[in-house]
Nanobody
Framework: QLQLVESGGGLVQAGGSLELSCVAS??????????MGWFRQVPGKAREFVAA????????YYAGSVKGRFTVSRDNAKNTTYLQMNSLKPEDTAVYYC????????????????????WGQGTQVTVSS
């Protein structure tokens, strides 16, 4: 069992930065969680993959639309996953969710919402032009 709580969302101007955090708690040992992912969703659209990171932070994955601007990281000692977002654009506006996949999944699976077993409640990010 794992509970996830995101924070760090807010309103920022285009070109600005935000860092999202996702704190995990529960009976599952965080360091044993195979992968953590970040997704985002706007009203009327499907939830889309943003980034993912493996259990020790050695491997990361990004959607093409955020590569070079966003950085995902995790601190297993703090049970926390981060998403540093730089050079934000109005099209980055969405509710951002973190998700956990405790067991192994292939890299391609990490881009799929159904791969993840646990989800946070989401945090709103709004980028003004």
């Amino acid at each position: 069992q794992l509970q996830l709580v995101e924070s760090g969302g807010g309103l920022v101007q285009a070109g600005g930065s935000l860092e999202l955090s996702c704190v995990a708690s529960g009976r599952t040992l965080f360091v044993s969680v195979h992968a953590m992912g970040w997704f985002r969703q706007v009203p009327g659209k499907a939830r889309e993959f943003v980034a993912a990171i493996n259990w020790n932070g050695a491997t990361t994955y990004y959607a093409g639309s955020v590569k070079g601007r966003f950085t995902v990281s995790r601190d297993n000692a703090k049970n926390t996953t981060y998403l540093q977002m730089n050079s934000l654009k109005p099209e980055d506006t969405a509710v951002y969710y973190c998700a956990a996949r405790p067991r192994y999944a292939t890299p391609s699976m990490l881009e799929v919402t159904n791969t993840y077993n646990y989800w946070g409640q989401g945090t709103q990010v709004t980028v003004s032009s």
